[in-house]
Structure formats: structure tokens, C-alpha cells
């Protein structure tokens, strides 16, 4: 069983850099792509980034482009979001989650592993 735990989440002002962690335990190491979605009040979770299992290949919602990074240490079994220039339109939970391969990293149907969530909230 794989155990993944958020953190970093926070308030910020708009403009400002946010940075997530998240910790596997378990089955870890390399075996699965990670990604990244958030859900805001009253509305779907969404899709935010993914990176595979090695981390030579990363995705990103077009919202985030530009903006937010995805990475990786598989020595240290942590996934990053590296979130600049934040926008109030960015406040949400974001969860964590492991699976896969990195093929259709954008469904959150693809991933078996989730974590329970850290807000971050950006104000204007």
C-alpha cells in the first residue's frame, strides 16, 4: 500500500511562490508517474501537472504553464509543485497522486494512489 502526504500549502498574496511537497511511502521509488490536481470550492477537481516515472517528462494544464513546475527525487520519494506567480484563481486544495505510467496523466482516473489534500490560498 502507498501512502502519499501534502504539504506546503498556505496563503499567499497574489504574485507570490508557493512550493508543495509530497511524501510517498510504501511502494515507492520510481514505479509510477505522480501528478498533481486541485479542486476549488463548489467546483470539479481538475488536473494541474504530471511528470513520469523517471522524471524526464512533465505536463501541464494550460492554466499553469509558464507558472507552476513539476518535479521529482525518487532518492527521496517526493514530488514537487513549484507554483509562481500565483493568482487567486489558483486557491484550492491540492491533492497528490501516484499511478500509472504517465500515459493520459491528465485523467485523475489513471492514478491508484491519492493524498489527502493541502489548501493553498492565493488573496488578491
Known amino acids: 500500500q502507498v501512502q502519499l502526504v501534502e504539504s506546503g500549502g498556505g496563503l499567499v498574496q497574489a504574485g507570490g511562490s508557493l512550493r508543495l511537497s509530497c511524501a510517498a511511502s510504501?511502494?515507492?521509488?520510481?514505479?509510477?508517474?505522480m501528478g498533481w490536481f486541485r479542486q476549488a470550492p463548489g467546483k470539479e477537481r481538475e488536473y494541474v501537472a504530471a511528470?513520469?516515472?523517471?522524471?524526464?517528462?512533465?505536463w501541464y494544464t494550460d492554466s499553469v504553464k509558464g507558472r507552476f513546475t513539476i518535479s521529482r527525487d525518487n532518492a527521496k520519494n517526493t514530488v514537487y509543485l513549484q507554483m509562481n506567480s500565483l493568482k487567486p484563481e489558483d486557491t484550492a486544495v491540492y491533492y497528490c497522486?501516484?499511478?500509472?505510467?504517465?500515459?493520459?496523466?491528465?485523467?485523475?482516473?489513471?492514478?491508484?494512489?491519492w493524498g489527502q489534500g493541502t489548501q493553498v490560498t492565493v488573496s488578491s
Open positions: 497522486a501516484g499511478g500509472g505510467t504517465g500515459w493520459r496523466a491528465y485523467n485523475s482516473g489513471v492514478y491508484d494512489y
Open positions: 511528470i513520469s516515472r523517471s522524471g524526464g517528462s512533465t
Open positions: 510504501g511502494r515507492t521509488g520510481s514505479s509510477y508517474a
